[in-house]
């Protein structure tokens, strides 16, 4: 597999950019005598360390027994996840290399995690399709978060790591769940069954979760094989061709909304038949033309796409730090020269320049709190609204969600029972869907925010440039050229890039990985509670409803005249309890907006006042050293020297890496 090698080769670039980072790391470490650089190692640190860590992650999607772990295990080469005919994975799973085979479980309450071999993992958690589908009110092993495979395979060891989801629409925590870890995988394979193209819970999952997120979607036709078993001569070719060109047009029009280019996206598999043929004849090339160009498209997309996204944050952090030492070691090759009395009366001069800096830091700041305060007003503004206008299409909107019984379910205490546990999760998916359809109205307002705070900063990354500009000409008496190009300041360029859409920058997402504006999408429904919600209500509203349809009377056993019942008394009691929801909500909402708004801009500031103070201690430092006559004069400098030509090669070094990619 070429996919392997490539893999392997992207592993080897980020451990040797690791290293170039480390050796920038320690020779900054040699010259904080002289400097502050508490920051730009914090950033080389985090940097490094996300390199050493680097994985492509995928998650694997699809409903229950579309073939989801078949397919992972044609992936692998190994059967290791359960893919009989009956089992099917009841957990999100993550798969990561380990030298052991180990599986550790992890749960939502407080309990530890729980450490377990392969196949005690299987015989737990697997569940049989017929069992989830009488459980639907309730999730399969609902106490369960996730659970993390390790284990010894090729694939996992290049630095590749795997999700596999739960069936589609499982719960909707469960689906939060699955959406974190969507927020941060590089690919999608969303698995379909050649023979049921694209059912409505497919469809639900793929318009509230996936679609215009900016993910990089894959969709897998499974089971194309079986297309010839609905042919009269399974063994004409011209009839499999018409048969595979109209299930193709069938697909493209289903999926067309959710892929721009059909064919570099959609790929018709046999994943049972890669599996076979990879445990019997592993070093053969796979047959299967559709998995074949799938793990060809994979490995253009993560080693070279991708890999170029991941390591390109890294070329920028080193770049800008040589440039940020070449400033400072120009400067200290001005003033080395100046005496203590002259250095003094200097940086006194600059006393009032650095408070211009200073009002800068101020001036943003207000800035960022009132994009936090205007945005926070407008989303809790704009979800009262939307709440308070739920029952105007209420009708229209609950119908595809509720329940499917008949008159005579309402007779028996079980029947009623039934009926709630239905009606409940019926009003679960009709809300949930909703509060996920104005989270997606919020995206331009969130967007246009996120732009005007990246101009802002801009603005005042270049002011600030401009100032410190000033304090270089001030302490060297001339025109101070930098040998590099003269960019936004790293605070600048930092508070740019946190609010780029993913942010790639390796120390933005260690300190402000919240900060994604999906992530707050979806943690703003998350704060709503539509589960919650829909327990709440329903305590209240189930006994009236059922009021009102065993109010038609025995006679009325139609399906159509429930459904307008159940329909009608539903939407009345909603009515009634609409007014209250939204003014429950709005501060849930109002301080998950702020929260992010709030994390933003610590982050900045500190960045900003860390900056301003390294340019004075780096004076004081001189200062210092000058009166206690530990300056060494030309030694220093040609030790500052020597640094600096190392951070040059070293920035070279990973210049040359990244070419390679």
């Known amino acids: 597999m070429s996919l392997l090698s ?65 397919f992972l295990n044609a992936l692998l080469g190994e059967s290791l996840l359960p893919s009989d005919v009956n089992p099917c994975t009841a957990l999100l799973t993550v798969l990561r290399y380990g030298t052991t085979p180990q599986v550790t479980v992890y749960f939502t309450d407080e309990r530890p995690s729980e450490q377990l071999d392969m196949d005690t993992f299987t015989q737990r958690y697997t569940i049989d399709p017929g069992e989830l589908r009488q459980a639907e009110n309730k999730a399969a ?36 769940l699955s959406l974190g870890y969507i927020q941060n995988c590089h690919a999608i394979l969303f698995m379909l069954r050649a023979t049921q193209p694209c059912t409505l819970a497919e469809r639900r999952y793929l318009n509230n979760y996936l679609q215009n997120k900016g993910l990089s979607l894959f969709f897998l036709l499974n089971a194309w094989d079986q297309i010839k078993e609905s042919l009269l001569d399974p ?49 053969v090339p796979i047959q299967d033309p559709g998995f074949a160009r799938l793990l060809t498209t994979l490995d253009q997309f993560l080693t070279q796409e991708r890999a170029r996204a991941e390591f390109q944050p890294v070329v920028a952090l080193s ?51 009132q994009s936090c305060d205007r945005n926070a007003t407008t989303t809790t503004t704009a979800f009262k609204d939307f709440i308070l206008n739920l029952e105007t299409t209420f009708e229209q909107d609950f119908a595809p969600y509720q329940p499917d019984l008949s008159l005579l379910d309402l007779v028996s205490p079980a029947g009623r029972q039934q009926f709630n546990q239905s009606l409940e999760t019926a009003f679960q998916r009709y809300l949930n869907d909703q509060l996920l359809r104005w989270s997606r109205s919020l995206e331009p307002v969130l967007r246009n925010a996120f732009q005007t705070l990246s101009q802002r900063a801009a603005h005042y990354g270049t002011s600030y440039n401009q100032i410190t500009q000033k304090i270089l000409t001030t302490l060297s ?79 009325a056993l139609q399906m159509d005249q429930i459904r307008r019942a159940l329909v009608q008394a539903a939407r009345q009691e909603l009515s009634a309890h609409l007014p209250r929801i939204a003014a429950e909500q709005q501060q849930p909402i109002y301080t998950a907006m702020v929260q992010y708004f709030r994390d933003y801009e610590q982050a900045v500031i500190s960045r900003l006042d860390a900056d301003i103070t390294a340019r004075k201690a780096d004076l004081e430092t001189l200062l210092a050293q000058k009166q206690e006559q530990e300056h060494q004069g030309q030694c220093e400098l040609e030790q500052l020297q020597i640094g600096l030509t190392q951070l040059q090669q070293a920035d070279q070094a990973i210049q040359q890496l990244y070419s390679q990619v």
């Open 6 to 70: 490539h893999l392997s080769q992207i592993a080897c670039l980020r451990q040797n950019m690791a290293t170039q980072l480390d050796t920038i790391a320690d020779t900054l470490r040699s010259l904080q005598v002289n400097f502050d650089l508490t920051q730009p190692l914090a950033d080389l640190s985090a940097a490094s360390q996300s390199l050493r860590q680097g994985v492509f992650r995928l998650m694997v999607l699809g409903d229950m027994k579309r073939g989801k772990s078949t």
């Open 141 to 176: 092993f609902a106490h369960v978060s996730h659970a993390v495979i390790h284990y010894p395979l090729p694939l996992l060891q290049n630095g590749v790591e795997i999700v596999d989801s739960p069936g589609l629409n499982d719960t909707e925590a469960r689906n939060q």
């Open 235 to 283: 063994d004409d070719p011209d009839e499999l061709a018409q048969a595979e060109k109209r299930l193709h047009t069938v697909f493209y029009n289903s999926l067309k909304d959710y892929c721009d280019h059909y064919e570099q996206r959609v790929f018709p598999i046999s994943a049972l038949d890669v599996l076979r043929q990879r445990l019997k004849s592993p070093n």
């Open 319 to 369: 770049h800008r730090t040589l440039r940020d030492l070449t400033e400072k070691v120009q400067l200290r090759q001005t003033l080395w020269q100046q005496n203590v009395a002259e250095l003094k009366q200097t940086i006194l001069q600059l006393a009032p320049v650095f408070e211009q800096l200073v009002m800068i830091r101020d001036d943003f700041q207000t800035e960022i709190r």
């Open 477 to 555: 008496g001339q025109s101070v050229e930098l040998p590099l190009d003269n960019a936004q300041p790293s605070w600048a360029a930092w508070a740019i890039n946190a609010l780029k859409q993913p942010a790639e920058t390796p120390e933005v997402q260690t300190v402000l990985a919240s900060l994604n504006l999906q992530s707050i999408l979806i943690n703003v429904v998350a704060a709503i509670g539509a589960s919650l919600l829909a327990s709440s209500l329903i305590s209240t509203m189930a006994g009236p409803i059922t009021l009102g349809i065993a109010s038609l009377g025995i006679g």
